[in-house]
């Protein structure tokens, strides 16, 4: 078995993918690819444009002098596939059948793992995703709403809560499965997970409108008044999906989704902003404060993470009212692609077994 393994990293956004080369874990280089509208403009769906987002990654390679059939792996950020537990997964024909298909929907992650397949084949190595955002590891009594028409989901940052909590462990000298965190990931959206001795049993479905307000979403709303708005007339299902998911929360309350201009307003003396950016704050804590009870307050660590993991002020506020529960420690970023390559290396180093997709009929495990 080699020492070294040259590893391929892809994350594909809605205007951008991003791509790094790692040796292990060491990062040989990283580019973003802008895609303008012009040249996305020509595909219809977003899976047909997996072959040009393909060709501009295998460009990027030749470029910077890689040779593709060095390659020991590619890793593609997981998409909308049925619900898996956490871990690194093979790219298999089954995987591929329902990214293409869009089983829970149309992403541009889902070209993650069909690009990585491609690239992969045609370089004779192994293809993986690693922890996609349907990660289901919740206990049964987390699944239920309070209506059996609706069950609770597990939809969240997992690539990076689970990356992050990894650190945590063996930065507490043990593994990730040792301990009981609660992993706050802190981007756009805004999703709090118990993870008991490796495996998130509770998280908020931080992208349908449930847990705190975020930069861009609007959170858990109280549903009777949702309801009458929905009935009212006044707004259609997009424009309410739309003040939902994508125009809620700080958005919604001050016109803007970037933490740096709140502060600078803050700074400023605008007390409107200091207020959403604190009730923001607020209701991070209380979610902190009800996973708590999940595992009746048995918690090694609070840990924050994402782009506003790196705002002190925030991260402070937090920290006031939760600490009391457990140490609070922060990891701030994404670190999405350096998370991506972990989860390939782990595989190829012999630590972990690649799993394989089993689709709809693997089901929550």
């Given amino acids: 078995m080699p020492d070294q393994f040259l590893i391929l990293a892809i994350n594909p956004g809605s205007t951008s993918t991003k791509i790094a080369l790692f040796d292990n874990d060491t990062l040989r280089f990283e580019a973003t690819i802008h895609h303008s509208t012009e040249e996305l403009d020509q595909f219809d769906t977003i899976g047909e444009q997996?072959?040009?987002?393909?060709?501009?990654?295998?460009?990027?390679?030749?470029?910077?002098?890689?040779?593709?059939?060095?390659?020991?792996a590619v890793v593609g950020r997981g998409g909308l596939i049925h619900p898996v537990s956490g871990g690194t997964y093979s790219v298999n024909d089954l995987m591929i059948a329902d990214l293409k298909q869009g089983v829970l929907g149309e992403h541009a992650s889902n070209l993650g793992g069909l690009i990585a397949h491609e690239i992969a084949s045609q370089s004779g190595c192994e293809s993986f995703i690693v922890d996609p955002v349907v990660v289901d590891e919740l206990e049964p009594v987390a699944r239920y709403s309070g209506l059996p028409e609706i069950e609770r989901s597990s939809i969240f940052h997992a690539l990076n809560q689970k990356a992050v909590a990894r650190r945590a462990g063996m930065a507490h000298g043990g593994n990730y499965a040792d301990y009981c965190f609660i992993v706050v990931h802190m981007g756009g959206g805004i999703t709090v997970g118990v993870h008991h001795h490796g495996r998130v049993i509770d998280v908020n479905d931080g992208l349908n409108g449930d847990g705190p307000f975020s930069p861009e979403r609007s959170g858990g709303?109280?549903?009777?008044?949702?309801?009458?708005?929905?009935?009212s007339g006044q707004a259609s299902l997009p424009e309410v999906t739309r003040r939902v998911k994508g125009g809620g929360g700080l958005v919604a309350y001050l016109g803007t989704n970037d933490a740096r201009e709140v502060n600078r307003r803050i700074d400023?003396?605008?007390?409107?902003?200091?207020?959403?950016?604190?009730?923001?704050?607020?209701?991070?804590?209380?979610?902190?404060?009800?996973?708590?009870?999940?595992?009746?307050?048995?918690?090694?660590?609070?840990?924050?993470?994402?782009?506003?993991?790196?705002?002190?002020?925030?991260?402070?506020?937090?920290?006031?009212?939760?600490?009391?529960?457990?140490?609070?420690?922060?990891?701030?970023?994404?670190?999405?692609?350096?998370?991506?390559?972990?989860?390939?290396?782990?595989v190829l180093q012999g630590h972990e077994s690649a799993s394989q997709y089993h689709g709809a009929a693997g089901g929550p495990r």
Wanted: aromatic share 8%.
């Fill in 221 to 231: 709303l109280p549903a009777l008044k949702l309801v009458k708005l929905c009935f």
């Fill in 268 to 346: 400023s003396g605008d007390t409107q902003a200091e207020s959403v950016y604190r009730a923001m704050a607020y209701q991070v804590a209380k979610e902190i404060g009800a996973m708590a009870v999940v595992v009746a307050g048995r918690i090694d660590a609070i840990v924050l993470t994402g782009g506003l993991a790196h705002d002190r002020r925030f991260c402070g506020w937090i920290e006031e009212r939760v600490s009391f529960l457990a140490p609070v420690e922060v990891y701030p970023g994404e670190n999405e692609m350096i998370a991506l390559a972990e989860g390939a290396l782990r």
């Fill in 50 to 72: 997996h072959a040009f987002r393909k060709s501009v990654i295998v460009s990027q390679l030749t470029d910077n002098g890689v040779d593709p059939s060095a390659l020991n």
